[in-house]
C-alpha cells in the first residue's frame, strides 16, 4: 500500500489518469492554474467515443477525485429514434425548440456502457436537457440541465446608481459590429417572440441595431422600452467583455469561442444555454415592462458564470437521499454565478433594480447569513444563497484580500464533480485554503477565516433536520411532477424535528404560506416518532431516474392550502406523549388531475398551543395566516429538473 501512495503521488495526471480506466482509452488533460497546486481535470474517449463519467481530477501531483471504469458491456442496439424518443418524453410533449442531436457516447456511471447522449430542448418555457439513454435497454440514465435561468433580474443597479458614460469598447475584431474576442451579441427581432421564444421561425430574424457613426464610434441613448434598442447591444457587449476578460485575466479561463449573446425581445428573464441549436451555449437577455435585464450587468455576470461552471466543473443538479430530494448540484451552480457577479461588482445586492420590479431590494441578497440546514428551500437559486452569503462573508473579511476569495473560488469549484454535495463543497473550499497556504500563498489567518466562513455555514456537516420550535417559520419548495407512481408524492429537501412540549401542550403544525400555481397540488405529511422519515431510493425503471419515497413512518396525513394542517398531542391527529421527539416531512400529492412539472410554494410554523394562540380560537383554523404569498423566485416554474443515477462513490486517494 505504501509502495501505490508513492508511485501514485510522482505520477503525472496523465498516468495516474490512465491508471482508471481500460488501457486503451485516450485521455486528454485541461489544467487549470491555480497558485495552490494546479487543478487538472483528465477526460477520456474509447474507440473514439466521449466517456461521459469519467473525469479524473488531479491536484498537484495527487488523484483528488476519480470514478474507475472498464471497458462498456452490451452493444449499440437500440436504434437512435428510440433514445430521441425517450429524451423528447422528458419534455412531456412540449414543442421543441431545435431539432435534438444525438450521438453515441460512453457512460461510465454505474459500470460503462453504450449509450446515446441527446440534447433537447422544449421551447415555452425554454429548457435544454442533455440526456443519457442505456444503448443496450434504452432506459434513460440520466438528464442534467443545459440552460439555465437568472429569475427576471431587470435594469442594473447601474441604472439606479451611475450616469451613462462613454467607455472604450474592448476586443473588437471589426470595425462595424459588436463582434470580438469575447461577445458576438445580436438583437433578436420578431415581434412574436414572446409567444415562442427560442422558435427558430420566431428568432430567425437575428440583426443587429447597433450601427457605428461617422466616426466609428457605438453612442446611442438608453431606449429599455424599445425592442431595437442599439443601447442594450452595446451595454451587453461591453459587460460581456468585462466578465470574459475578469475570468481570463483572474483563472485563465476562456471559452472556446466569443459567447454568442441575445438581447431586445420579450422575456421576464435570463438565460445561459443553447438557444439556436448550434451545440453551443449562449447568454439569451430578455426585457419585459419597459425593464431590459440587459441594462443589469449582475445578470450578465451571473449568466456568465454559469459558463464557468459548466467550462470548469462537472456538477450534478437534483438527487436524492435517505432523507429526502437534495439540490446541492444546482444551488451550487446558482449560487457560483451569483460569487461571479459578487466578485466583479463587490456588490452583494445580485439584481438590484430587478427587485424593484418585485417590490424587492435585490433579487437577490448575499448579505442575510445563510447555514445548512435552517436556509435550505429547496429550489436552487434560495439555496444558492448559503454559497453566496458564504463568499460574501469571506470579501469582508480583513484577514482576506479580493485576490484571495477569487482563488478561493476558482480552487474549489475546480475540483467538483457530479457528486458535490454541501459537504464536499465545503471540504473543497477548504481544501483550496489549505492549498494555497502550503504554496506560501494565503497566511495562517485567512485559513482561519476561511474554516470560519464555513463553519458558520455549517457546510460540513450539514444534516438536513431542522429543529422546528414554537412560532418559527421555514420555507419550503415542493417539486410536483405530474407523473403517476414513484414521482407521484415527492418529498421536500429538509424534515422537521418537533420535541413535545414538557407540559403535554398540543402542537399545531401549520402552513401559513401556500403558493399554489395549479391548484392541483396538495400536501403528504409523513410523521415518524424518534427517528427521521425514512425513504427510499428508487431508480423508476420507465426512466432510468432517481428519486424518495417515502417508506419509513409512523403515520401520514393529507391536506391543502393554508392553515391547520395537523394536530399532535395527547388528544391530537396524532397522539403523542409529553417530551415526544417526532420527525416530520412534507411532500407534494396531486389532487386533481396532474400536470406537468411544477413547483409549489410552502411556509410550515409551529404553534405550540397556550403560548401564540389564543384558546378562544382553538377548535377550527387555529393557525394565524400571514398575508400575500411571497414567491421569491416568480419565475422559478421555468426551472429545470434533474435526476441522475448516482455515480460509484469516488474512489481518489
Ligand atoms: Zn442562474
Redesign the pocket.
Known amino acids: 500500500m505504501l509502495t501505490l501512495l508513492i508511485a501514485l503521488s510522482i505520477a503525472s495526471p496523465l498516468e495516474l489518469a490512465t491508471q482508471t480506466g481500460p488501457e486503451d482509452a485516450v485521455w486528454s488533460v485541461q489544467t487549470h492554474a491555480f497558485a495552490g497546486g494546479d487543478r487538472h481535470r483528465a477526460t477520456a474517449t474509447w474507440k473514439g467515443l466521449d466517456v461521459v463519467g469519467a473525469d479524473v481530477i488531479v491536484v498537484g501531483d495527487t488523484l483528488r477525485s476519480s470514478n474507475p471504469w472498464d471497458r462498456p458491456t452490451g452493444r449499440l442496439a437500440v436504434p437512435q429514434k428510440v433514445a430521441q424518443d425517450v429524451a423528447q418524453r422528458l419534455l412531456g410533449g412540449a414543442a421543441l425548440a431545435w431539432a435534438p442531436r444525438v450521438e453515441p457516447v460512453i457512460v461510465a456511471f454505474d459500470g460503462a456502457r453504450y449509450a446515446w447522449q441527446v440534447d433537447v430542448a422544449s421551447a415555452n418555457p425554454f429548457a435544454a436537457w442533455r440526456v443519457w439513454v442505456d444503448g443496450e435497454t434504452g432506459r434513460a440514465l440520466a438528464a442534467l440541465p443545459t440552460s439555465?435561468?437568472?429569475?427576471g433580474s431587470v435594469y442594473s443597479g447601474d441604472p439606479l446608481s451611475s450616469q451613462v458614460q462613454t467607455v472604450t469598447l474592448e476586443g473588437l475584431s471589426g470595425d462595424d459590429a459588436l463582434s470580438g474576442e469575447f461577445a458576438d451579441v445580436f438583437s433578436c427581432d420578431d415581434a412574436e417572440i414572446g409567444e415562442s421564444l427560442f422558435d427558430s421561425s420566431v428568432c430567425n430574424g437575428l440583426s443587429r441595431h447597433a450601427v457605428p457613426d461617422s466616426s466609428g464610434n457605438f453612442l446611442f441613448e438608453p431606449e429599455p422600452e424599445s425592442y431595437d434598442d442599439p443601447f442594450a447591444e452595446v451595454h451587453l457587449y461591453h459587460h460581456l467583455d468585462i466578465v470574459s476578460r475578469w475570468a481570463q485575466d483572474t483563472y485563465g479561463f476562456s471559452r472556446a469561442s466569443p459567447t454568442t449573446a441575445f438581447t431586445n425581445f420579450e422575456m421576464a428573464n435570463?438565460?445561459?444555454g443553447d438557444f439556436d441549436g448550434d451545440g453551443v451555449a449562449d447568454i439569451a437577455m430578455g426585457q419585459f415592462e419597459g425593464i431590459d435585464l440587459t441594462y443589469d450587468p449582475d445578470v450578465i455576470y451571473?449568466?456568465f458564470?454559469?459558463g464557468i461552471v459548466g467550462g470548469v466543473a462537472a456538477l450534478g443538479f437534483l438527487d436524492a437521499d435517505e432523507t429526502g430530494l437534495r439540490w446541492d448540484g444546482g444551488a451550487l451552480?446558482?449560487g457560483t454565478?451569483?460569487v461571479i457577479a459578487l466578485l466583479l461588482t463587490q456588490d452583494p445586492a445580485i439584481g438590484a433594480y430587478a427587485g424593484t420590479a418585485f417590490d424587492r431590494t435585490a433579487i437577490r441578497d448575499l448579505v442575510q447569513p445563510r447555514s445548512c440546514p435552517e436556509d435550505l428551500v429547496g429550489e436552487?437559486?434560495a439555496d444558492?444563497l448559503l454559497w453566496g452569503h458564504l463568499f460574501y462573508r469571506l470579501t469582508l473579511d480583513e484577514r482576506l484580500e479580493l485576490a484571495d476569495v477569487e482563488a478561493l473560488l476558482w480552487g474549489a469549484l475546480s475540483t467538483w464533480g457530479p457528486t458535490t454535495d454541501w459537504t464536499e463543497a465545503g471540504e473543497s473550499l477548504l481544501d483550496a485554503a489549505e492549498d494555497l497556504r502550503s504554496a506560501d500563498a494565503l497566511s495562517d489567518d485567512g485559513v482561519t477565516a476561511v474554516e470560519e466562513a464555513v463553519s458558520a455555514a455549517n457546510l460540513i456537516d450539514c444534516e438536513r433536520v431542522i429543529d422546528l420550535v414554537n412560532d418559527e417559520e421555514h420555507d419550503a419548495l415542493l417539486l410536483f411532477t405530474g407523473i403517476p407512481g414513484a414521482l407521484e408524492v415527492l418529498p421536500a429537501e429538509v424534515q422537521y424535528r418537533i420535541t413535545m412540549p414538557a407540559d403535554g401542550s398540543d402542537v399545531d403544525l401549520c402552513f401559513t404560506e401556500w403558493s399554489d400555481r395549479t391548484d392541483n397540488i396538495g400536501y403528504r405529511i409523513h410523521v415518524r416518532r424518534g427517528q427521521p422519515v425514512g425513504h427510499e431510493i428508487v431508480d423508476l425503471s420507465l426512466f432510468g431516474l432517481r428519486t424518495a419515497v417515502p417508506t419509513d413512518f409512523d403515520a401520514d396525513f393529507d391536506g391543502e392550502g393554508t392553515g391547520l394542517a395537523l394536530t399532535l398531542g395527547p388528544e391530537g391527529d396524532m397522539v403523542t406523549t409529553a417530551g415526544e421527539v417526532l420527525y416530520v416531512s412534507l411532500a407534494s400529492r396531486p389532487i386533481d388531475e396532474p400536470e406537468s412539472l411544477e413547483f409549489t410554494f410552502a411556509r410550515v410554523t409551529l404553534q405550540i398551543n397556550g403560548e401564540v394562540i389564543e384558546p378562544a380560537t382553538r377548535g377550527g383554523c387555529s393557525c394565524s395566516q400571514s398575508g400575500t404569498p411571497v414567491f421569491l423566485w416568480p419565475l422559478m416554474g421555468l426551472l429545470p429538473m434533474f435526476w441522475r443515477r448516482r455515480p460509484k462513490t469516488p474512489t481518489g486517494n
Not at 439555465?148 to 429569475?151: E, G, M
Request: aromatic share 16%; net charge negative; charged share 20%.
Open positions: 439555465f435561468s437568472a429569475d435570463a438565460f445561459y451571473h449568466e458564470g454559469h451552480n446558482e454565478a451569483d436552487v437559486h444558492g
